[in-house]
């Protein structure tokens, strides 16, 4: 068959298609037949990477729709949200396997809008001070995992590595509610093992079998606008050809007239009066200069300026008044400039990379602090944080904490040690090895160990002048035990045994 055959035959059936939905054929241009795609096109629906997506849906997010009964009311409307991201995520994968890849990143942050709002609504409802904080930030974390979606070449980070990295940061609010709910309501220890067998598993599973680099577009594919056309028109067909089109109701005349305009502005207030200002106005006698005239006038008159004076009696003075509302209030004290708190932070927040030092500063109220890029020789300072998660990825040398308040810090490895101190109300955790941890001067810490690091028998805790430290031992992804918890002590006993002065933790048995 001659090309020329080949056009005619497709605008033929273009034809027909358009006819049969109705549409005049003298409306329809030749290049507008010419850019429809071919009816040999595989449908979107019957790819192996949408179907695996369906699968993810149908069985691990309906099973978390389930247990998502038994969290808090407003977890629940975050759950909502998290939910309509993957549905959304669903059908950017549709439109990638129709569609070439967008030329500018304005056409590839169209086609993620919806995931990006969804995804910004479950963020929004975890700021802020609520009772379930902890169920709303591991979805906030966890859902940031969808942003696979804009990972590819150049962007600094894999696809899998970017959900990996996702989860690592929710898993630090999904321990917080396992040691929590464990052994006192096993629904809420379901439903967090359930989020992470949907990311951790089957998201970075999926990622890794359709998206190892990145979003995968139809390389003969028709534009990203025709393609987003395409699935939207595919989406309302059905519903189109089932019934026949209603006439539309005549709209209100508000509607079609625009709102009505908006009612005049009131009256200026009233002007307050002397006695409402509390100022004597002094009467203008003649000229403009009047008012002053006779100010002086008056201070002129020297003693005789007291006999306005109403005299005052010993019964009238306020020693014999048992009502004291009369009383004229002392003035106002001039406002004065606010006194910053004592240890409160200065400085604007920086997160930036000086020499070999990673310098994390001033942040307060963030819980998406990540020090990415690292390399072995650099070192991460964090300084004058409060109520912050920070991140750190890779390995370093060491890490130090000054300064800090209700601070998280989730880690892999580190060479040398990581110490906190002047801080209070921190949270450590550690996915890797590290040989020392030293806390200083703080009062609360928890510290979340790996097993290698409870394996590690050269693994020490160094504490001095601190208070209320915890540490937990967090048990692998095959291990069912229960975390375990043990403090760190904080009361000693001294004797002398053969002239030598020993002291060692006390112990306290239970009734």
Wanted: hydrophobic share 40%; proline share 7%.
């Amino acid at each position: 068959m001659t090309m020329e055959a080949s056009l005619v035959e497709r605008l033929e059936r273009a034809v027909q298609r358009l006819e049969a939905l109705g549409v005049e054929p003298s409306s329809v241009s030749i290049s507008a037949g010419v850019t429809n795609v071919p009816e040999s096109r595989a449908k979107p629906s019957e790819s192996s990477s949408l179907m695996e997506w369906d699968r993810l849906l149908a069985e691990h997010m309906s099973t978390m729709k389930i247990l998502s009964q038994h969290i808090p009311q407003e977890a629940q409307k975050s759950m909502e949200s998290f939910e309509r991201a993957f549905l959304a995520t669903r059908r950017v994968l549709e439109i990638s396997l129709l569609a070439k890849k967008p030329e500018s990143p304005a056409e590839l942050q169209s086609l993620l809008a919806p995931v990006s709002e969804a995804m910004g609504a479950v963020t929004e409802a975890a700021e802020g001070g609520r009772s379930c904080q902890n169920h709303l930030k591991v979805l906030s974390e966890a859902v940031g995992a969808l942003g696979f979606l804009a990972c590819g070449p150049g962007s600094g980070c894999s696809p899998r590595q970017h959900v990996l990295d996702c989860w690592q940061s929710a898993e630090f609010f999904a321990n917080k509610l396992l040691m929590e709910f464990r052994g006192k309501d096993e629904d809420q220890v379901a439903w967090v093992k359930g989020l992470k067998a949907l990311v951790q598993t089957q998201l970075e599973q999926f990622v890794l079998r359709n998206c190892p680099t990145g979003l995968r577009f139809n390389p003969d594919g028709v534009t990203l606008a025709a393609a987003m056309i395409d699935t939207a028109a595919a989406t309302s067909a059905p519903s189109a050809q089932a019934q026949a089109p209603a006439v539309a109701a005549p709209k209100p005349a508000s509607q079609l007239l625009g709102a009505p305009p908006p009612p005049p502005p009131g009256p200026p207030p009233k002007p307050l009066s002397a006695d409402e200002l509390g100022v004597e106005r002094v009467k203008a006698g003649g000229g403009g200069g009047g008012g002053m005239s006779a100010i002086f006038k008056e201070l002129s008159t020297g003693e005789g300026i007291t006999r306005k004076l109403r005299h005052v009696t010993s019964m009238m003075k306020s020693t014999h008044n048992t009502d004291r509302t009369g009383c004229v209030p002392a003035a106002p004290a001039a406002p004065t400039a606010i006194a910053v708190k004592k240890g409160q932070p200065s400085g604007s927040p920086s997160l930036e990379l000086k020499g070999t030092k990673w310098m994390v500063e001033n942040f307060s109220g963030r819980q998406d602090l990540v020090v990415e890029n690292t390399t072995p020789k650099q070192s991460v300072y964090v300084y004058g944080c409060t109520d912050c998660v920070v991140q750190i990825q890779g390995k370093v040398n060491t890490i130090s904490l000054d300064n800090c308040k209700r601070l998280g810090v989730v880690f892999s490895d580190v060479i040398a040690s990581i110490e906190a101190v002047n801080c209070s109300s921190v949270q450590l955790q550690t996915t890797g090895t590290v040989p020392t941890i030293t806390v200083e001067k703080t009062d609360g810490a928890q510290l979340y160990l790996s097993q290698a690091c409870a394996a590690n028998p050269n693994f020490q805790i160094v504490s001095a002048k601190s208070s209320s430290i915890n540490v937990i031992v967090v048990p692998s992804e095959d291990d069912p035990s229960d975390p375990q918890e043990q403090p760190i002590p904080e009361q000693y006993i001294s004797t002398f045994k053969r002239g030598r002065l020993v002291t060692v933790a006390a112990e306290h048995s239970g009734a």
